[in-house]
């Protein structure tokens, strides 16, 4: 088994932990907001033996957690969003000391799966006119980042397929769903709406798993470099099966 460290202690945190061993890890260190205030509970010493992380702490402590790890090079998985406004601070420091990070605003593969969707859907339609656009995501009232990091990565993904025209975006935070997705184009003459939903955060969990089990790399030396998840998502799934 590979020792894994848990930078973030929460309800997904704790359902890495429950998943890890399907995945060939044991958590041998857990840091929440009180034994990591300010990435303090990150140190050469309580890292030590540590061959891979995965944070799913909040945005703010994402930026602080990643500049800590780099230097100890332990690969790092970061699942948590709303952090994009930091990311070339985090990407300087990971470049810095030859470290390596792969982050994703959604490591479920039925979500990968519906990047694609949506990225085909907004090529086809960039030169219909007649067609507008919305998208619409809603979370469980815990979530704190809104528009959700996936719906901005779908948005991007239909911006770099083509459709330049505005898209109307809303987010709803309600109740305890683990996350509802959607885009609809709408005419005069019909509507196409496509729709991913995840039934639990069990998806989340097992891709920010196999991420790690990729970031460590051949023979375990560990992955240097900066990676987005729905990059090389298909490298990691292939490695998997």
Known sequence: MSRLALVGYGRMGRLVEQLAPDHGFEVALRLDENSNPGGAGITAG???GIDAAIDFSTAAAVPVNAERIAPLGVPLVVGTT???SEMPRVREAVERHGAGLLHGANFS????????LAGAAARLLADEASYGAWAYEIHHKMKQDAPSGTLLQILKVMEESGYDRPVDVASSRAGAIPGTHQIGFD???DTILLEHRARSRAGFAHGALRAARWMLGPQGTGRQGFY??????EEIVQEGN
């Open 82 to 84: 709303g952090w994009g």
């Open 109 to 116: 593969v039925g979500v990968q799966v519906f990047y694609r």
């Open 187 to 189: 005419s005069e003459a």
């Open 228 to 233: 987005e998840f729905s990059q090389v998502w």
């Open 46 to 48: 309580s890292f030590q």
